[in-house]
């Protein structure tokens, strides 16, 4: 008995039509609703393009362990975490750190780290003896002057 090509034809859209339904719910609404409304960190990038004040993160490594440290950006409160985040300001920012560590230790390598929002990274290194009460300044040209200037 031989088939009749055009309605195996039929038969076969019919199936790939049926496995295709799926396939479109799930691909059609994640990215209608990615196109519709726009990603999480665009709402925060506008905020703080409105304030004109970046979100920062930093972060601090120690060569040997601290007794005790506290990091404090732009007079917000003090942390002493080893990565930290705030909204800073779209010039730059100043750091004040204080540091301890046991009698006898070496001198130590400190590196801070901090990730403006839209400008490139800096870091800087001190070698520091005990104790340690210090001030970072970094500075950065804000995205959108950079980008006019040119």
């Not at 060569?63 to 730059?92: C, K, L, N, R, V």
Request: hydrophobic residues 35%.
């Amino acid at each position: 008995m031989k088939g009749f090509p055009p309605l195996e034809m039929l038969l076969i859209a019919v199936l790939f039509g049926a496995a295709l339904i799926p396939l479109i719910r799930l691909t059609g609404e994640s990215a209608h609703r990615s196109s519709g409304t726009p990603p999480l960190n665009s709402s925060s990038q506008a905020t703080a393009a409105k304030e004109d004040r970046p979100q920062i993160a930093g972060t601090i490594r120690f060569s040997h362990p601290a007794t005790s440290f506290s990091i404090t950006p732009d007079d917000q409160p003090a942390t002493s975490e080893h990565a930290f985040f705030w909204s800073g300001h779209s010039d730059g920012c100043e750091l004040h750190l204080t540091a301890a560590w046991p009698e006898g230790t070496a001198p130590v390598a400190i590196e801070v780290t901090v990730e403006p929002e839209g400008v490139p990274t800096q870091s800087r290194t001190l070698w520091a003896d005990n104790p340690l009460d210090d001030y970072l300044t970094f500075s950065w040209q804000p995205a959108s002057t950079a980008s006019d200037d040119r």
